[in-house]
């Protein structure tokens, strides 16, 4: 372009935006003059006899009505009071120190103040010695000259560096479609900056293609000091925002969006529309359509890769070429994110309401249709009246019918506020309308699937002392919980138990497949005014204390709930003939004010809805009782034929034994038959994951269901006898998992705290076991701030599943060791050396393993977490040190782990061991990522790592009736680096 051309270009830029001024600030005259509409106000009256005006009027809306005060005015922003309203969407002014933003919509009301915040930071990170130091670093640099390509991006290729060829395999697709205004220059990405810029907005938790000129000039200043200043400054100085502010509300936090996040830090616009243009060939959809919507100027990468991400996990949806049919039609970036917006809430609803069936074209945007022949329309608006527009919209809708889509049912989820006008317009032509459908809020809780009236519809009752009225949307979901199987529908269960990954298909399989993805998530504590205790040692000060126990099938929830409750209640249960002496029992009083201020306690074995511990909910009471929020992840639903009343119990002359089938027999109203895992915190829970694990290890439904051999029926009597341990079978579906929370926690990097909740397979060989904590660290290997993986373990050396002859032969011919036997001094050798195996691994999972002589099959398990590293080069904390340890004693682990006189001190123990030693081990461990990046670096720091690790076996043991097989576990995380 020629120096004439950039002048009349620049004048028509100006005339442009001189008319743009005049017409707003003509409409926003005409909005001041017409009276805002709220939800609680009557619409308006025509004329005395009180029949509507035809349409309603948008107007000006209060700030202060519709925002919370979090939104209002913050440290450095504050929004404007007047609030035009039009078309669906409000009009945000945003007054700051570094100017005047504007907002359309809440949602981008929300992302412009976090980009505030955003370019705060980057400012003070400009004015540090560090940044100082990476300039001058910059300009001595073999790519110093790159500096024009950020601020004048009108240079050529000629200017790359040597060394970038590696890059230029993505030249070819560069060409093929020309980048968007919010995306880098292709020389910016042959260099590498653009990457480093990536990760920069992925650490802020920005976007990096975003139309924000003022943070892409900050983002652009201080990722280029990172790119050519060297180590210096990174990313990683960055306190990381764990929470997306790219994607849409209703699924930030969740595994898409963190997903999404790494995978656009990660990727070029290039890769990503390779990948993109990839997974729509695999749609089958039309190469022509996919160029036009992958090329569209509207859409970033952003918007393109969510798109196409939210299309491709809706596999079982038919007609997706629809939405892009619509999609294309986008004219500005604010079209693009609405149908970003449309993409992400229809699959939020067919994830977890129920399976849209396919894609279907309402006016100018997609709809979803069910098997139940509900038209389901998603309408991401801030305030919806009654105008023409709203009612062109209606009409497409109510008469939208075919022969091979007929419509019994037509919902309107709308995520902002609707006027009591427009409510009752479409409410009166049968059309289910749905309002603040934010964050957490698009649930079955919020639709009765078989509900066919507006009035059927029923809403979970929440009891808060908080002020939301209008239902804005919280930072923290509130509740949530899946939907419960019906008793009838786990009978259907026990004849099809689904135990391949739950496939999707008909009703019951969606059910399920919902199920156990979707976790409980109860903050209403933290709504409450409830906050942690953090409780101050007087020897590295302020922490972060954590417990785990694993409550046995939670038959004793109930003791377990007043001993966490009460000092007097704990006294109340203590058998007083165990006691020696006074300070036996101060031990366990210390022990158990421990459970009491811990902030985070991690739970296994926790049942809803079983007869056995009373039908609770057994993370739900505790939590209730102790005012702490709480996340549950359902891991296997309890289907035993005899529990269900589908076969009864025989006596061995055939005769039906009446007493112990009506034992067994259940509740069927207060039946849900679930067996999980919980986390219980007084921090408020951010997000929750739960992913059934690829490596199962062992068939909860085939391997229970066969018929105990007489192998196994004798191993069953011995093991009653000999330990006073009852095996009894136990028929479920369902599997181990990856649960993982994280919870808000001040005073650290990214204010984030991962909880990995770790319940491994016991009925397997402990290689099994390994297998499932290499697919657990490949889950956690992205996460940049403190991680505490914790819980059953299950790390015996032995398989307890059910027995058979030829099984137990098959395995024990597996082993080299067998054969090693059969050598002329090998069976000597091997008897010889077993006791002395035995007294070297026992309690001790880190001793060392010589394969066939001495093996100790639990090692490699541990061995592969203590050599794991996370992405950002952290590392679990081995360490062990005298002063660090509840006891004193030094090992690996063991200031996380307590030890005892003989390698560490057991968490579980079966009813009678022998000898006190055979029948106890343990299985219960804690792991704790810090600031370290070697696990054994006893001169790195201290802070956020773990101390004082101390199992309660005082506490549990000297109780009249034992809460657990398993002992409690405590350990102490200090905020700050202790003086020590």
Not at 283 to 291: C, D, F, G, K, S
Not at 497 to 502: A, C, R, V
Not at 683 to 699: A, C, E
């Amino acid at each position: 372009m020629n120096h004439s051309s950039t002048l009349r270009w620049k004048m028509y830029t100006k005339i442009i935006s001189i008319y743009t001024i005049v017409l707003s600030v003509t409409m926003i005259t005409l909005f001041s003059e017409c009276q805002s509409q709220t939800e609680s106000e009557q619409p308006p009256l025509s004329n005395d006899s009180g029949e509507y005006e035809e349409y309603e009027t948008t107007g000006v809306l209060k700030a202060h009505a519709i925002l919370p005060p979090r939104l209002l005015e913050g440290e450095r922003f504050s929004v404007l009071e007047d609030v035009p309203t039009y078309g669906f969407t409000n009009h945000y002014t945003i007054m700051s120190p570094f100017g005047t933003f504007e907002a359309e919509g809440d949602d981008m009301l929300t992302i412009r103040i976090h980009e505030i915040q955003a370019i705060a930071l980057l400012k003070d990170i400009k004015k540090t010695e560090t940044f100082g130091n990476a300039v001058k670093q910059a300009v001595t640099s073999p790519v110093k000259g790159a500096w024009n390509l950020i601020t004048r991006p009108v240079s050529t290729i000629s200017g790359v560096p040597k060394g970038t060829s590696r890059f230029f395999s993505r030249i070819g697709e560069m060409v093929k479609g020309k980048r968007t205004d919010t995306a880098d220059s292709v020389t910016k990405e042959l260099i590498g900056f653009s990457k480093v810029k990536r990760q920069y907005a992925q650490r802020l938790g920005v976007d990096a293609y975003s139309s924000n000129k003022l943070l892409q000039k900050e983002l652009n200043s201080v990722s280029w000091a990172g790119f050519a200043g060297g180590a210096g400054l990174s990313p990683a100085m960055i306190p990381v925002n764990s929470i997306s502010q790219t994607s849409y509300l209703s699924i930030r936090a969740t595994k898409l969006a963190h997903d999404m996040d790494k995978i656009l830090a990660d990727y070029t616009p290039e890769d990503l529309r390779r990948m993109n243009r990839q997974k729509l060939v695999q749609m089958a959809i039309e190469n022509a359509l996919i160029e036009e919507f992958l090329l569209h100027p509207a859409y970033s990468p952003r918007h393109e890769t969510f798109i196409v991400q939210t299309l491709t996990e809706m596999e079982d949806v038919k007609n997706r070429d629809q939405f892009l049919k619509q999609a294309i039609f986008a004219e500005s970036e604010l079209d693009a994110f609405t149908f970003q917006r449309i993409a992400e809430t229809l699959y939020y609803y067919h994830t977890n309401v129920k399976p849209i069936r396919e894609i279907i074209p309402i006016r100018r945007i997609a709809a979803g249709y069910t098997d139940d022949q509900t038209l389901v329309v998603t309408l991401p608006a801030d305030y919806v009246c009654w105008t023409e527009r709203a009612a062109l919209g209606l009409e497409a809708m109510t008469e939208f019918a075919s022969a091979e889509r007929p419509v019994k049912r037509i919902e309107l989820w709308v995520t902002g506020r609707i006027s009591a006008r427009a409510k009752q317009e479409f409410e009166a032509r049968g059309v289910v309308v749905r309002a603040h459908m934010g964050k957490g809020r698009m649930t079955t809780d919020n639709l009765e699937a078989n509900s066919s009236k507006p009035e059927d519809l029923k809403e979970k009752e929440v009891t808060t002392n908080h002020d939301n009225e209008d239902n804005i949307p919280l930072p923290y979901i509130e509740y949530q919980e899946p939907e419960f199987l019906s008793f009838e529908e786990l009978k259907g269960l026990y004849f099809n138990p689904l135990p391949e990954g739950y496939l999707r298909g008909g009703y019951l399989e969606d059910k399920v497949y919902r199920f156990f993805r979707t976790p409980i998530i109860d903050n209403r504590p933290y709504y409450r005014g409830i906050r942690p205790h953090r409780p101050v040692h007087d020897r590295i000060g302020p922490l972060l204390r954590v417990a785990s126990w694993n409550i046995e099938k939670s038959i004793h929830m109930r003791d377990a709930i007043a001993v966490f409750s009460s000092e007097d209640e704990l006294r109340a249960r203590i058998d007083v003939d165990k006691i020696k002496d006074a300070q036996q029992l101060k031990t366990i009083l210390n022990q158990r004010q421990k459970l009491a201020t811990a902030d985070i306690i991690v739970l296994q074995e926790m049942e809803i809805g079983i007869k056995r511990s009373g039908y609770l909910n057994a993370a739900g009471e505790l939590a209730e009782a102790l005012q702490m929020n709480y996340a549950y992840a359902p891991q296997y639903l309890e289907i035993d034929p005899v529990q269900l009343g589908l076969k009864k119990v025989y006596l061995e002359d055939g005769e039906v034994d009446e007493e112990a089938t009506k034992y067994f027999s259940q509740n069927e109203d207060q039946y849900k038959g679930v067996f999980g895992s919980a986390v219980l915190s007084r921090y408020p829970i951010k997000s929750v994951t739960v992913i059934p694990l690829r490596n199962q290890g062992y068939d909860w439904y085939a391997g229970e269901k066969e018929k105990a051999t007489y192998l196994e029926k004798t191993r069953r009597l011995g093991s009653k006898l000999v330990f006073l341990n009852e095996i009894t079978r136990e028929i479920k579906t369902g599997g181990r998992h990856f649960f993982r929370v994280d919870l808000d926690v001040p005073d650290i990097p990214g204010n984030t705290v991962t909880i990995i909740n770790i319940h491994l397979e016991i009925k397997c060989l402990p290689k099994a076991r390994e297998q499932q904590i290499a697919e657990i660290l490949h889950y956690i290997q992205d996460i940049d701030h403190p991680v505490i993986m914790i819980g059953d373990f299950n790390s015996a050396p032995v398989d307890l599943s059910p027995t058979s002859i030829p099984r137990a032969a098959k395995r024990q011919l597996k082993r080299p060791s067998t054969w090693f036997s059969l050598t002329p001094y090998g069976f000597a050798i091997k008897t010889s050396s077993g006791i002395l195996n035995f007294t070297k691994n026992l309690n001790n999972p880190l001793a060392t393993s010589m394969p066939i002589i001495a093996p100790n099959p639990v090692k490699s398990m541990f061995d592969r977490i203590e050599n794991f590293r996370f992405d950002d080069g952290g590392a679990f904390d081995f360490r062990g040190d005298t002063e660090r340890t509840v006891n004193g004693k030094k090992g690996k682990l063991a200031n996380s782990n307590q030890r005892d006189i003989k390698a560490f001190k057991t968490t579980y123990s079966v009813v009678r061991p022998l000898i006190m030693v055979i029948g106890k081990y343990r299985l219960d461990w804690v792991f704790v990522k810090s600031n370290l990046t070697d696990p054994l670096n006893s001169d790195g720091p201290y802070r956020l790592s773990p101390h004082y690790g101390e199992t309660l076996t005082e506490l549990n043991n000297n109780l009249s009736e034992k809460i657990s097989d398993h002992d409690p576990n405590v350990v102490d995380i200090p905020f700050l680096e202790p003086s020590q």
